[in-house]
């Protein structure tokens, strides 16, 4: 049997649009490269510059359904007319081969997972205040004003899951709140 400290954590992210999850989950794994970032399935075309395996694993609508049906995913949501998800066994595989695993996705899917995964840690990235995310959101300048507006909203409802998630960082300095992530992992790897 594995000695808890040596069980590998599926440590699962979330935060609002615009919060800079990326961002900290990107200078996270660059100064712990014994953590990957799993990736997850969609139906949704393959934008110019990403990689198959890398960015997505892009299936057919079919293909999604019938792996929905056949209770393949840990989690799994539609939005925008496209489906997305994280399969068990990719999930399954990487804690077994790879060692540690980080899930970047939306709240509701990290839910799905604590659900099925219950040794899963949820860490929510949030914005110092819900004005900042709204000065970001609108300063990024990528979007109209009808979609931020759906963000916006869409955040409120994020932000109302999140009080279910193990640990809640507030993003306000990138440097900082990559620092409490490390401090948070470490904390639960030594369980």
Not at 14 to 42: A, C, D, H, Q, W
Not at 75 to 80: D, H, M, P
Not at 149 to 161: A, G, H, S, W
Not at 163 to 188: G, P, W
Request: charge should be negative; proline fraction near 2%; charged fraction near 30%.
């Amino acid at each position: 049997m594995q000695n808890m400290a040596e069980q590998k954590k599926l440590i699962v992210i979330s935060g609002s649009s615009g919060v800079g999850k990326g961002t900290v989950i990107g200078g996270f794994l660059k100064r712990n490269p014994e953590f990957s970032l799993s990736i997850s399935y969609t139906t949704r075309e393959k934008r110019g510059g990403e990689i198959e395996g890398l960015n997505y694993f892009y299936v057919s609508k079919e293909e999604f359904l019938k792996s929905i049906q056949n209770n393949e995913f840990l989690e799994w949501a539609e939005f925008s007319g496209h489906y997305y998800g994280t399969k068990r066994e990719f999930v399954q595989k990487c804690l077994q081969e790879h060692g540690d695993l980080i899930l970047e996705i939306e709240t509701q899917g990290a839910l799905q997972v604590k659900d099925k995964m219950s040794e899963s840690v949820l860490i929510f990235i949030a914005p110092p205040s819900y004005q900042d995310l709204e000065f970001r959101l609108r300063n990024r300048k990528t979007e109209s004003e009808e979609a931020i507006t759906k963000r916006l909203d869409f955040v409120k409802f994020e932000i109302r899951n999140s009080e279910r998630f193990d640990y809640r960082i507030v993003n306000d300095k990138v440097e900082s709140t990559i620092f409490e992530l490390e401090r948070i992992i470490k904390t639960e790897r030594a369980y």
